[in-house]
């Protein structure tokens, strides 16, 4: 059965989704995506949203929007291949209002670490630096590179940070998938 609660946070997170300006292109949630994305972030309340795989912001938007006072680190790959790995940590007031994070917008820049580059050295570092820094709640979104070996990479990673009660989403697990379901 569904709760008043649920369906009333999912219907505002559906209007806040359909107010984003969706681009023609792949690669991006859907607006479903968001509009759960709010709801449980809306329920949850917690105080750090971990998001692998930026994209366009739009989930991280929605989290960010339904977390109301929560930080917001979101990790994905520099566009145009910069990829200073040593200095990872981006405020979104150094990027470019195109590509990664386009969709997170003004209001939320101090809520807001971008950490960019190679995943595969970000994240780790990251947990490193985050290890023993107190915490309430979490919500994680792995929506990077889509496969098993990825996903189980970055839940891994994290495991050792986030805190008891907090809750860790894996989006696209149909892509690559199949043989891991068996």
Not at 44 to 62: F, K, M, N, S, V
Not at 112 to 133: C, H, N, Y
Request: overall charge negative.
């Amino acid at each position: 059965r569904n709760s008043p609660a649920i369906e009333k946070h999912l219907q505002k997170g559906m209007k806040i989704a359909n107010d984003l300006p969706w681009l023609d292109r792949g690669g991006q949630a859907s607006r479903w995506d968001c509009a759960i994305i709010y709801a449980l972030a809306r329920m949850l309340r917690p105080d750090r949203i971990i998001e692998t795989g930026t994209g366009t912001g739009a989930t991280g938007y929605c989290a960010l929007r339904g977390a109301q006072g929560a930080h917001l680190y979101t990790f994905d790959r520099e566009e145009e291949g910069s990829g200073d790995d040593g200095v990872p940590y981006k405020r979104w007031s150094e990027l470019p209002r195109k590509g990664v994070g386009q969709f997170i917008g003004e209001e939320m820049e101090d809520s807001v670490f971008f950490i960019m580059g190679d995943i595969r050295q970000t994240l780790p570092r990251w947990v490193a630096s985050e290890k023993g820094k107190p915490t309430g709640l979490d919500l994680v979104i792995l929506d990077s590179a889509h496969t098993p070996e990825q996903q189980v990479f970055e839940a891994e990673a994290l495991f050792p940070l986030i805190s008891k009660g907090s809750v860790m989403l894996c989006d696209d697990t149909t892509y690559g998938w199949g043989r891991w379901s068996e």
